[in-house]
């Protein structure tokens, strides 16, 4: 039976009263409970994210050791230090030195006449029209027809021309394989032409000039090395296309006069090969017509500003 309570009366005050106190102390504890079950979690969270975090960086930490021992499996940063140049090619050969005057020469409208990979048995025809006409050259030489015809090297060392180094083998993959290589096939070659003519190279010219696609990788660290050395090398600015396929002479005069005549001075690349008859059969209308354009003539000396391909090809 439900006993009903009068308003106003002291019992209706005591309900009230009592139904308060019981209200202020129940909801602060509901409240309380659930901050304290909330705070648990995000306490639980948090611990689960640092460790997370932990194993993150040890993972990160393990990677980075093994790609230093390991370069196969190294990252950009480790594969950077495992290219690190070593430079022990700077202590081969100690004798491989030369110095660059600091003083250049003044050479206005002159032309180097050069020609690779010789000496061959078309080297004695350069050497005399050479000298029908007074002019110095450069022959930038190779191993092997070196030492098949010392005579002919001998003979373009007498006349006093350039004899710069080209290289022993003129095997592309080979010299330009490292700095090491590189340096190994050029001593070769230098102390030949030494050996066999008395004089010792300043200057040289890399097969397949000073940037090609066989020494991407590395002619800039052959460069500075062969620089370090003291050794000047030369590229060139007017090129005859003498060893392109079925090229007439009349061609390779063409090619040299119209090269030319766009430059101030001019270093003419041609070839003193087997196969080069036609530079020879060109030889006296190449020098008529530089000539005709106002240009005297010179050979490569290491006092000559060099001509060198760009880096940024
Ligand atoms: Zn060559």
Same mark, same amino acid.
């Given at each position: 039976?439900?006993?009903?309570?009068?308003?106003?009366?002291?019992?209706?005050?005591?309900?009230?009263?009592?139904?308060?106190?019981?209200?202020?102390?129940?909801?602060?504890?509901?409240?309380?409970?659930?901050?304290?079950?909330?705070?648990?979690?995000?306490?639980?969270?948090?611990?689960?994210?640092?460790?997370?975090?932990?194993?993150?960086?040890?993972?990160?930490?393990? =990677?980075?050791?093994?790609?230093?021992?390991?370069?196969?499996? @190294?990252?950009? *940063?480790?594969?950077?230090?495992?290219?690190?140049? +070593?430079?022990?090619?700077?202590?081969?050969?100690?004798?491989?030195?030369? +110095?660059?005057?600091?003083?250049?020469? +003044?050479?206005?409208?002159?032309?180097?006449?050069?020609?690779?990979? @010789?000496?061959?048995?078309?080297?004695?025809?350069?050497?005399?029209?050479? *000298?029908?006409?007074?002019?110095? *050259?450069?022959?930038?030489?190779?191993?092997?027809?070196?030492?098949?015809?010392?005579?002919?090297?001998?003979?373009?060392?007498?006349?006093?021309?350039?004899?710069?180094?080209?290289?022993? =083998?003129?095997?592309?993959?080979?010299?330009?394989?490292? %700095?090491?290589?590189?340096?190994?096939?050029?001593?070769?070659?230098? =102390?030949?032409?030494? +050996?066999?003519?008395?004089?010792?190279?300043? %200057?040289?010219?890399?097969?397949?000039?000073?940037?090609?696609?066989?020494? =991407?990788?590395?002619?800039?660290?052959?460069?500075?090395?062969?620089?370090?050395?003291?050794?000047?090398?030369?590229?060139?600015?007017?090129?005859? @296309?003498?060893?392109?396929?079925?090229?007439?002479?009349?061609?390779?005069?063409?090619?040299?006069?119209? @090269?030319?005549?766009?430059?101030?001075?001019?270093?003419?690349?041609?070839?003193?090969?087997?196969?080069?008859?036609?530079? %020879?059969?060109?030889?006296?209308?190449?020098?008529?017509?530089?000539?005709?354009?106002?240009?005297?003539?010179?050979?490569?000396?290491?006092?000559?500003?060099?001509?060198?391909?760009?880096?940024?090809?």
């Amino acid at each position: 039976m439900v006993q009903l309570v009068k308003i106003g009366s002291v019992k209706f005050f005591k309900v009230v009263i009592l139904t308060t106190a019981l209200l202020l102390i129940i909801i602060p504890t509901i409240t309380s409970i659930a901050l304290g079950v909330n705070c648990y979690a995000v306490k639980h969270k948090l611990a689960a994210a640092n460790s997370s975090l932990i194993e993150t960086q040890k993972l990160l930490d393990k =990677s980075k050791s093994e790609a230093v021992s390991d370069p196969v499996k @190294g990252d950009l *940063a480790n594969s950077a230090i495992d290219k690190t140049p +070593s430079f022990e090619y700077q202590t081969l050969y100690s004798s491989l030195y030369s +110095s660059i005057p600091y003083d250049k020469v +003044s050479d206005d409208h002159i032309a180097y006449l050069t020609f690779d990979d @010789g000496p061959s048995s078309n080297t004695m025809r350069i050497l005399e029209i050479l *000298a029908k006409y007074n002019i110095k *050259a450069t022959f930038f030489v190779t191993g092997p027809s070196s030492e098949s015809h010392p005579e002919y090297l001998k003979a373009i060392a007498d006349a006093g021309h350039t004899i710069g180094v080209h290289s022993y =083998s003129h095997k592309y993959t080979e010299i330009y394989s490292s %700095v090491d290589a590189y340096l190994m096939d050029f001593e070769k070659m230098h =102390s030949l032409v030494k +050996s066999i003519s008395g004089v010792s190279p300043t %200057v040289f010219r890399f097969p397949g000039g000073s940037i090609n696609s066989y020494n =991407s990788d590395d002619y800039m660290e052959i460069i500075a090395e062969m620089t370090r050395r003291g050794y000047a090398y030369y590229d060139w600015n007017v090129s005859s @296309g003498d060893v392109a396929l079925r090229t007439t002479s009349a061609e390779i005069v063409e090619n040299v006069l119209s @090269g030319a005549k766009q430059q101030n001075r001019s270093i003419i690349l041609m070839h003193d090969r087997l196969d080069t008859d036609n530079t %020879v059969a060109a030889l006296p209308s190449v020098i008529d017509g530089l000539i005709e354009q106002g240009y005297t003539f010179a050979p490569i000396t290491n006092a000559v500003r060099p001509i060198t391909f760009s880096y940024s090809k």
